[in-house]
C-alpha cells in the first residue's frame, strides 16, 4: 500500500480544519494561540510531503520559515496576551470589544 | 508497508492529539496533548526525509514555544476554570469541514500539482541537514536573515511586553520625569543595600 | 487690404467686450459712443475693401487653422468677394445706423450698456456668417447670430411673452439648423471639404439625388431662418425684442441670411432646378401669405414683420428662379427701406409710450414731421414706386418670373404688390393721418431726439437712391453670380406690365388712403368687418400658432408629463432611491456583524476564506472546462 501525496495533503486539510474549528470554538485567548499553532503545523506538513514527492528543498524551506514565524509570534502574542491581563485580569476574548464600529 | 502503517499510526495519533486540544476545557490537557501533537508531527517529517525540520519542530516546538506556553499557563492562574461560551457549535464544524474538503480539494486536484517543477532538487549524495544548510545560505540567504531579525524583533517585543514598569514610556517621557523615576530608583535600591 | 478685412470682422467684436466690460454698470454713454465707433470702423473698412473688389480683385486669407483631424481641415478663413462685400456693406450700413439710433432709443433702459453688448456681438456673428469662405464657419456665424437673435429678443426678459417669444425663435431655429447641418455633413461625407471653393467645383460630379437632398436640407436651414412657410411664426412674435434689434436683426440682416446661404450656394441650386422652383413657389406663397395677414394686423410691428416676411419671399422667388442677383439685390434694398421703416416705427413707439396698436394713434404728422416723412417714403420704396429702391428690385422680381414662364407665380407677386402697397401705406395713413385719436388714451406725443433722426437719415438717402446702383452692382456680383438678364423682348409688353403694376401699386395706396386717412374711432371687435370670417382668419394668423399649439406643444406637454410621472419618478428615480435604500438596508441588517467581539470576528474570517476557496475552485473548474472544450 503505497503512502501518496494525496495522503498527506489530506492530513494537512484535516488538521487545519481542526485547527479553523479551534479558532472559531476558543474564547480562551491562551487556547485560541494553541489552535493557530495547529494551523502552521498543518501546513508544515503539507510543505514537507510535497517537498518530498517533487524532490525539492523550497517545500522545506517553507516550513523552516513557517517555524521562525510560529516562534516570535508566540514571543509576541505572550507578551500581549500578559500586557492585556495586567490591565483586565482576563484572558476572555469576548471582552475584547474594543474594536467595536 | 512500514511506511503506510508509520503513517496512519502517527495521523490517527495527530488527529486525536489535535482534537483533544481544541475540544479539551481543561488548559494543562490542551497543552500536553499539543506538545504530543508536535512531536508526532516530527514523526511526519521523518518519515518524509526531511531529517533536519524534524528535529527543528521538536527543539522549537516542544522545547521553546510548549515552555513558553506553560510559563503563561502559570502566570494566567488556570487553576481557575475558564467557563468558555458556546455559540452555535454546528455552524463552526460545518465551517471547518467545508474549509478542509476544500483545501484538500485544491491540493489534490492534479491542475496544481501538474505544474510543479523541482526549483532546488534533493541531492540524494549529500544528508539532508547539509542540503538545507546550502541552500538555505546561498538562494534563501536574504530571507533567513530577515527572519533572524524578526525573532530578534519578537524578543525584544515579548520582554518590553511582559517587563515591569510597561505602563510608562520613557520615550514619551518629558527629562525631569525620568530623572525624578530613577531618583526613586536609586534610594530604593540604597535602602535594600542597607539591609 | 487684408487689415481691413480683419478691422472690418474684428472691430464689432472689440465693441462688444468692451460694451460687455460695463454689461453690470448703469448706463455709460461711452459703451454706446465706443461700440458705434468701431462699427463705423467697420463700415469704412468694409468701403475699402468695396472700392478694392470693385476693381476686380477678392481678398482670401486664412487667419489659422480651427480644425485639422484626420481628412478634415477647416481653417479660420475668410473671403470677401463681390457677394460678401455687398452683404458686409449692408450689415455695417444698417448696423451703424441701428448703434447710433439705439444710443438715442434706450436712452432709458436700464440694460444700455448689455443692449450694445449683445448688438455688437450680433453684427460679429452676422460678419463671419458672410464672410467666412466654409460652411463651417457659415455655420458658426449662423449660430452665433441665433443666439445674439435670442438674448436680444428675450432683451427684456422680465417679460414673460418677450422670454417666451426667445425661446420661440431659438427652438424653431434649431429644428431648421439641424436641417442645415445634415446638409452639411452630407457636403462634407461627399466631398470631404467644406470651402466653398472646393465644394463648388466638385459638387456637379456628384450624383444627382445627393445634390437634391443637399439642396432640400441646406434651404430647411434657410427656411428657419428666414422664416419661411411653415417655421415663419416666430418672427412675429420676435417684435417683442426692442425696435431697434428689429430693425436691424429681424428686417435687415439676419433673416437675410436664408437668402444669402441659397445666393451662396448657387451652384448646388443650379444644378437642381425642381427644389429651385419649389423655393420659388414656396416664396410666392409666403409672399401672399404674410401679406394676407399685414392686412388686418393691429400690431404695428407686427404689420411690418409680415411685410419683412413677404418681402422674404419675393427674395426666395429670385433665387428660386435662378436670378441670385436679383435676390441679392432686393435684400440689400429691402434691408435700407425696411431698417428705416422700423426704426420710425420706434420712433412713433417712444412717442406713444409703447403703444403699438395704429388704430389708436392717427394724425401724429403734426408733431412727428420727421419721422412722418421717412416713414412715407420708406413705404413708398416697400411698395415699390418709382424711382424709389423697392421699384427697381421687386420689378426685377416680377419680370424674372414673367420672363422664365412662370405666370402662376407672376400673377402672385403681382397681386401681392398690391397688397404690400395697402398695408403699408394703410399703417401710415392710421398712424399719421386722421383724427389724433391718442388724444382719449391721454398721451403726449414728441419728437424723437434730432441726432436720431440724422442718423436714420443714410437709410432714407439709400432707401431712395439705391436703385440707381442697379448697374454697378450688376458688374459687380457678376463676376460670382450667374449673370442672367431679364428683359421681357417686346418692348411693348415691358412698358405694359411695368406700367400695369405701377397703376396698380398706385391704386392700391390711393384706395388704403381713402379707407384709412380719415379714420375716426378705435374699433372695439363689434363692428360687421371684423366679425366676418376672413378678418378673423387673417387676424388670427390663419390659426396656425394654434394649430402648432394643438399639434406639438400639447403633445410633447403631455409626453413630458408622462417621461417626468411615469419614467423620471418611477423608474430613474425609483431606480436610484432603490440602490441607495438596498444599501441602507445592507447597513442596517449587518450592523451587527461587527460586534466588536474577536471571537465572532475570526468566525467571520474564516466564513470569508471560505467563500474564497469556494470561488477558487469554482473558478478552476469553470476554467478547466472552457479550455478543455476549446482544445
Not at chain 3, 461625407?189 to 466653398?196: A, E, K, P, T, V
Not at chain 3, 409626453?559 to 419618478?569: E, T
Request: glycine fraction near 8%.
Amino acid at each position: 500500500m503505497e503512502i501518496t501525496l494525496a495522503h498527506y495533503l489530506v492530513l494537512s486539510g484535516v488538521l487545519f480544519a481542526i485547527g479553523l474549528i479551534g479558532v472559531m470554538r476558543r474564547k480562551n485567548l491562551l487556547m485560541l494561540f494553541f489552535a493557530t499553532e495547529i494551523l502552521l503545523n498543518a501546513t508544515n506538513i503539507g510543505f514537507a510531503a510535497i517537498s518530498h514527492y517533487y524532490n525539492d528543498l523550497t517545500g522545506q524551506m517553507f516550513a523552516f520559515f513557517i517555524i521562525a514565524i510560529a516562534a516570535s509570534e508566540v514571543a509576541v502574542g505572550l507578551g500581549l496576551l500578559i500586557v492585556w491581563y495586567k490591565r483586565t485580569g482576563k484572558i476572555d476574548l469576548d471582552i475584547m470589544t474594543s474594536m467595536r464600529g | 508497508m512500514f511506511e503506510a502503517i508509520a503513517f496512519y499510526l502517527f495521523a490517527a495519533l495527530t488527529i486525536g492529539m489535535f482534537t483533544i486540544t481544541v475540544m479539551t476545557s481543561q488548559a494543562l490537557y490542551a497543552l500536553t496533548a499539543m506538545a504530543a501533537g508536535m512531536i508526532f508531527i516530527s514523526a511526519f517529517f521523518f518519515i518524509l526525509g526531511a531529517d533536519f525540520l524534524g528535529v527543528i519542530q521538536i527543539i522549537v516546538y516542544t522545547g521553546a514555544v510548549m515552555a513558553l506556553y506553560a510559563f503563561g499557563m502559570m502566570f494566567f492562574d488556570t487553576t481557575r476554570t475558564m467557563v468558555e461560551k458556546r455559540e452555535n457549535p454546528r455552524v463552526i464544524f460545518l465551517l471547518g469541514v467545508l474549509a478542509a474538503t476544500l483545501v484538500v480539494f485544491i491540493l489534490i486536484s492534479p491542475i496544481v500539482s501538474g505544474h510543479l517543477e523541482a526549483r532546488y532538487p534533493i541531492d540524494a549524495a549529500v544528508g539532508n541537514s547539509q542540503a538545507i544548510g546550502m541552500i538555505l545560505f546561498t538562494k534563501y540567504l536574504v530571507p533567513f536573515e530577515v527572519a533572524a531579525v524578526m525573532l530578534l524583533v519578537a524578543m525584544i517585543a515579548g520582554i518590553v511586553l511582559a517587563g515591569k514598569k510597561m505602563d510608562k514610556s520613557l520615550t514619551l517621557m518629558a527629562e525631569e520625569e525620568i530623572a525624578r523615576i530613577s531618583a526613586i530608583q536609586t534610594s530604593q535600591d540604597a535602602k535594600e543595600g542597607v539591609h | 487690404m487684408e487689415i481691413y478685412l480683419y478691422i472690418a470682422l474684428f472691430a464689432p467684436l472689440v465693441g462688444s467686450l468692451f460694451a460687455a466690460l460695463f454689461g453690470a454698470t448703469p448706463k455709460t454713454m461711452l459703451t454706446g459712443i465706443v461700440a458705434s465707433g468701431l462699427l463705423f470702423l467697420s463700415l469704412v473698412s468694409s468701403a475699402i475693401l468695396l472700392n478694392y473688389v470693385m476693381m476686380g480683385h477678392t481678398v482670401h486669407v486664412e487667419m489659422m487653422t480651427w480644425i485639422a483631424t484626420g481628412d478634415l481641415y477647416i481653417p479660420y478663413g475668410f473671403v470677401v468677394d463681390q457677394v460678401s462685400v455687398v452683404m458686409m456693406m449692408v450689415v455695417t450700413i444698417v448696423s451703424t445706423v441701428v448703434h447710433v439710433y439705439s444710443i438715442g432709443y434706450m436712452d432709458h433702459d436700464k440694460g444700455f450698456n448689455r443692449f450694445f453688448s449683445y448688438l455688437s456681438a450680433f453684427v460679429f456673428s452676422m460678419m463671419v456668417l458672410v464672410m467666412s469662405d466654409n460652411f463651417a464657419g457659415l455655420f458658426i456665424g449662423w449660430e452665433g447670430v441665433g443666439l445674439c437673435s435670442w438674448l436680444l429678443i428675450g432683451f427684456w426678459y422680465h417679460k414673460e411673452s418677450a422670454t417666451w417669444a426667445a425661446n420661440e425663435a431659438f427652438i424653431m431655429n434649431r429644428i431648421a439648423d439641424l436641417a442645415m447641418l445634415i446638409g452639411i455633413f452630407i457636403i462634407y461625407w461627399n466631398i470631404g471639404s467644406l470651402q466653398y471653393d472646393v465644394v463648388f467645383a466638385e459638387i456637379a460630379n456628384l450624383p444627382m439625388p445627393i445634390i437634391t437632398w443637399i439642396g432640400i436640407f441646406l434651404f430647411i436651414g434657410a427656411m428657419g431662418k428666414s422664416a419661411q412657410f411653415p417655421l415663419h411664426t416666430w418672427l412675429a412674435d420676435a417684435m417683442e425684442g426692442p425696435t431697434p434689434v428689429s430693425a436691424l436683426i429681424h428686417a435687415a440682416t439676419m433673416v437675410t441670411a436664408g437668402v444669402y446661404l441659397v445666393v451662396r450656394a448657387n451652384p448646388v441650386y443650379d444644378l437642381i432646378p425642381d427644389v429651385g422652383l419649389f423655393i420659388a413657389s414656396l416664396g410666392a406663397f409666403v409672399a401672399i401669405f404674410a401679406a394676407s395677414m399685414a392686412l388686418v394686423n393691429r400690431d404695428m410691428k407686427r404689420i411690418i414683420a409680415y411685410s419683412t416676411l413677404s418681402q422674404l419671399g419675393y427674395m426666395f422667388v429670385a433665387a428660386g428662379l435662378g436670378a441670385y442677383w436679383v435676390a441679392l439685390f432686393h435684400l440689400m434694398a429691402h434691408a435700407f427701406f425696411k431698417a428705416l421703416l422700423f426704426l420710425g416705427a420706434g420712433n412713433v413707439m417712444h412717442a406713444m409710450h409703447n403703444e403699438l396698436d395704429p388704430f389708436k394713434m392717427g394724425g401724429l404728422r403734426k408733431v412727428m414731421k420727421g419721422t412722418f416723412i421717412m416713414m412715407t417714403l420708406a413705404s413708398v420704396a416697400l411698395a415699390g414706386i418709382y424711382p424709389f429702391a423697392g421699384f427697381f428690385s421687386k420689378d426685377l422680381i416680377l419680370e424674372a418670373a414673367f420672363v422664365e414662364n412662370h405666370y402662376i407665380i407672376y400673377a402672385v407677386l403681382l397681386f401681392t404688390a398690391g397688397l404690400t402697397a395697402f398695408y403699408s401705406f394703410r399703417l401710415v395713413a392710421l398712424i399719421f393721418h386722421g383724427e389724433e385719436r391718442y388724444k382719449l388714451f391721454g398721451i403726449h406725443p414728441h419728437e424723437a431726439y434730432k441726432f436720431m433722426l440724422v442718423a436714420m437719415a443714410p437709410l432714407l438717402i439709400l432707401a431712395i437712391i439705391a436703385g440707381s446702383f442697379k448697374l454697378s452692382y450688376f458688374e459687380l456680383v457678376t463676376n460670382l453670380l450667374p449673370a442672367v438678364e431679364y428683359h421681357i423682348h417686346h418692348p411693348m409688353t415691358y412698358w405694359m406690365i411695368t406700367i400695369g403694376t405701377q397703376l396698380f401699386v398706385i391704386l392700391a395706396v390711393l384706395l388704403a388712403y381713402k379707407k384709412y386717412a380719415s379714420w375716426s374711432s378705435v374699433p372695439d371687435g363689434t363692428s360687421k368687418l371684423e366679425n366676418c370670417f376672413c378678418y378673423k382668419l387673417l387676424s388670427n394668423q390663419y390659426y396656425i400658432p394654434k394649430l402648432y399649439e394643438e399639434l406639438f406643444s400639447k403633445p410633447y406637454r403631455e409626453l413630458s408629463r408622462i417621461a417626468w410621472k411615469q419614467i423620471d419618478l418611477k423608474i430613474v428615480d425609483a431606480t436610484v432611491d432603490g440602490i441607495a435604500n438596498l444599501i441602507y438596508q445592507t447597513g442596517e441588517k449587518t450592523h451587527t456583524m461587527q460586534n466588536g467581539n474577536l471571537s465572532s470576528m475570526l468566525r467571520w474570517m474564516v466564513i470569508g476564506l471560505v467563500v474564497l476557496l469556494v470561488l477558487a475552485v469554482a473558478f478552476t473548474v469553470g476554467y478547466n472546462a472552457v479550455t478543455m472544450r476549446a482544445m
